[in-house]
């Protein structure tokens, strides 16, 4: 939105506040609020927050199959309690799993067939920033466990890995209720929930393929080990990329993507069995890669 400045005496600029932002924290005449400066950037903060507490109620099936994504969802849109109603008992211990990917979530009631959900922390916007960079940064760290596991044929590191990918998950459902429950411009929040949806696909693609190597006691061969390197150097370029938009580092980026698409098809057309299926996860993660090119330019 745009607001025309005014002139109040010799020196003195004077902007209006949005009514609907004054409504919201009950910003009265009279009151102080804060005003930094980040960036270039003025951020005026009320000192007050929006006292209405989101909630929802849920009923819940023992074996129903979306249980957690149902939590997920609620968490990721910024709800702060959920009631949950059970048709049949279900144990404590299964939804304190179900809490370990979300960060602030507690249970806080426990009645037969009945459990009460709240988040006893706040969110931040100041915390999605380093948040992101923590998903870039755990991101890269596991393309290269898994290509330091797959050197050594170290298939007890695969199992370990998926460890990893559930802090992975914490953080991302972490960043989206940040943006969905602080952010108001609904561009950004698009764009931002797309940027950490393709991270959040990469990390489960990686754990996939860690679960087949594992299970299926997989050796690659140097001609995907090679590959593979090269897939993790462009990552890293990509994550340079998303903080530093140079458009001549994009070509070059774009250029290195496209030739390796063409390179692990044709090492596709080569490769048959356990082999190929390493070569599918890699032109997966290749092509959220692309999605997440394609969205910062």
Same mark, same amino acid.
Not at 62 to 69: E, L, S
Not at 170 to 185: A, G, M, P, S
Not at 200 to 217: N, T, Y
């Given at each position: 939105?745009?607001?025309?400045?005014?002139?109040?005496?010799?020196?003195?600029?004077?902007?209006?506040?949005?009514?609907?932002?004054?409504?919201?924290?009950?910003?009265?005449?009279? $009151?102080?609020?804060?005003? #930094?400066?980040?960036?270039? #950037?003025?951020?005026?903060?009320?000192?007050?927050?929006?006292?209405?507490?989101?909630?929802?109620?849920? =009923?819940?099936?023992?074996?129903?199959?979306?249980?957690?994504?149902?939590?997920?969802?609620?968490?990721?849109?910024?709800? &702060?309690?959920?009631?949950?109603?059970?048709?049949?008992?279900?144990?404590?211990?299964?939804?304190?799993?179900?809490?370990?990917?979300?960060?602030?979530?507690?249970?806080?009631? =426990?009645?037969?067939?009945?459990?009460?959900?709240?988040?006893?922390?706040?969110?931040?916007?100041?915390?999605?920033?380093?948040?992101?960079?923590? *998903?870039?940064?755990?991101?890269?760290?596991?393309?290269?466990?898994?290509?330091?596991?797959?050197?050594? #044929? $170290?298939?007890?590191?695969?199992?370990?890995?998926? =460890?990893?990918?559930?802090?992975?998950?914490?953080?991302?459902?972490?960043?989206?209720?940040?943006?969905?429950?602080?952010?108001?411009?609904?561009?950004?929040?698009?764009?931002?929930?797309?940027?950490?949806?393709?991270?959040?696909? *990469?990390?489960?693609?990686?754990?996939?393929?860690?679960?087949?190597?594992?299970?299926?006691?997989?050796?690659?061969?140097?001609?995907?080990?090679?590959?593979?390197? =090269? /897939?993790?150097?462009?990552?890293?370029?990509?994550?340079?990329?998303?903080?530093?938009?140079?458009? &001549?580092?994009?070509?070059?980026?774009?250029?290195?993507?496209?030739? /390796?698409?063409? &390179?692990?098809?044709?090492?596709?057309?080569?490769?048959?069995?356990?082999?190929?299926? *390493? *070569?599918?996860?890699?032109?997966?993660?290749?092509?959220?890669?692309?999605?997440?090119?394609?969205?910062?330019?």
């Amino acid at each position: 939105m745009k607001r025309k400045v005014s002139k109040i005496g010799p020196a003195t600029l004077m902007v209006s506040l949005p009514s609907k932002w004054v409504k919201k924290y009950g910003v009265k005449k009279g $009151d102080e609020v804060e005003i #930094n400066e980040t960036k270039g #950037n003025i951020v005026i903060s009320s000192g007050k927050s929006n006292q209405e507490i989101k909630k929802a109620s849920l =009923v819940i099936e023992k074996k129903d199959y979306f249980f957690k994504r149902m939590l997920i969802w609620h968490y990721k849109q910024g709800y &702060d309690e959920l009631e949950l109603h059970f048709k049949d008992e279900l144990p404590i211990s299964t939804i304190k799993e179900k809490l370990d990917e979300l960060l602030g979530f507690e249970i806080v009631e =426990v009645k037969q067939n009945y459990c009460k959900l709240r988040c006893i922390s706040t969110v931040k916007e100041d915390e999605f920033e380093p948040m992101l960079k923590r *998903i870039f940064i755990l991101t890269s760290s596991m393309l290269k466990d898994t290509m330091l596991a797959i050197e050594k #044929n $170290d298939f007890e590191k695969f199992h370990e890995l998926s =460890v990893l990918e559930k802090t992975h998950d914490k953080l991302t459902n972490f960043c989206q209720r940040i943006i969905n429950t602080v952010y108001e411009n609904r561009e950004m929040i698009a764009y931002q929930n797309f940027i950490i949806d393709m991270l959040e696909q *990469i990390a489960d693609q990686l754990d996939d393929m860690c679960k087949r190597i594992h299970a299926g006691k997989i050796k690659t061969n140097e001609d995907i080990k090679y590959y593979f390197n =090269v /897939l993790i150097e462009l990552f890293d370029e990509l994550n340079i990329l998303y903080y530093n938009r140079r458009h &001549d580092k994009l070509l070059a980026f774009r250029t290195k993507r496209l030739e /390796l698409f063409d &390179d692990l098809f044709a090492l596709l057309e080569k490769n048959s069995g356990k082999q190929s299926i *390493i *070569i599918h996860y890699l032109l997966n993660i290749l092509e959220l890669m692309m999605h997440i090119e394609t969205a910062v330019y």
